[in-house]
């Protein structure tokens, strides 16, 4: 095994400590709105960081070159970007909040589809091409796919990992009805050759 595995262990282990207590959260009713932020342990994942690197590039300033207080506090500008959305619930629409980008809505009539994905991220799609997803690190996922359906009047979630289909079924196999006697192989040979 190699040495530096058990960072990656622990990373995975942490990522799904998050999902997990993302998903046993509720989400939030207030005035009207159904608020979906993030869960709390990615908030406090992702403000650690932006508060320890600051606290380094504060901490290192005239210590170290240059490139590196540059290059840290790029990896505090991306923290701040990764910031997670707040995805919203409303009379009108989904919408999807952002602190650095305008908010993204799509009214429920506008709604075509909502896709499921492999671990239980879902993206509802719009009539003009509006997309707003729905990570598994944010609150309540199995509630919003719910009130998505429920609200914009939709038939099914669809499965984005389920195999493609043209909709085409296999034809129905010939099961003999009651009193036909099953044929014999050199029959249905004939049958066969015969074009029946």
């Known amino acids: ?10 990373g995975l282990m942490v990522l799904r ?9 509720h989400a939030k009713f207030t005035n009207g709105v159904l608020v979906f932020p993030a869960g709390r342990l990615m908030r406090l994942l992702i403000g650690g960081a932006i508060v320890g690197f600051s606290i380094l590039i504060i901490a290192r300033a005239g210590v170290d070159e240059t490139w590196a207080l540059i290059a840290l506090l790029g990896v505090v ?7 997670p959305s707040t995805v ?5 629409g989904v919408e999807e909040a952002r602190w650095w980008r305008t908010k993204v809505t799509v009214p429920w009539s506008e709604v075509t589809a909502i896709d499921k994905g492999a671990q239980n991220d879902y993206i509802v799609y719009g009539r003009n091409g509006q997309r707003i997803g729905f990570d598994r690190f944010k609150v309540d996922g199995l509630r919003f796919a719910h009130e998505v359906e429920f609200r914009a009047n939709l038939k099914q ?3 984005a990992t389920a ?27 004939q049958d066969h050759i015969a074009g029946i």
């Open 1 to 10: 095994m190699h040495s530096n595995s058990w960072k990656y262990i622990l």
């Open 17 to 25: 400590i998050v999902q997990v207590e993302a998903s046993l959260t």
């Open 77 to 83: 500008v991306l923290c701040c970007l990764a910031w």
């Open 88 to 92: 919203m619930l409303t009379d009108t």
């Open 157 to 159: 979630v669809t499965d």
């Open 163 to 189: 195999p493609v289909t043209l909709g085409l079924s296999d034809p129905p196999s010939h099961t003999p009805w009651s009193g036909e006697r099953k044929k014999s192989r050199r029959e249905r040979k």
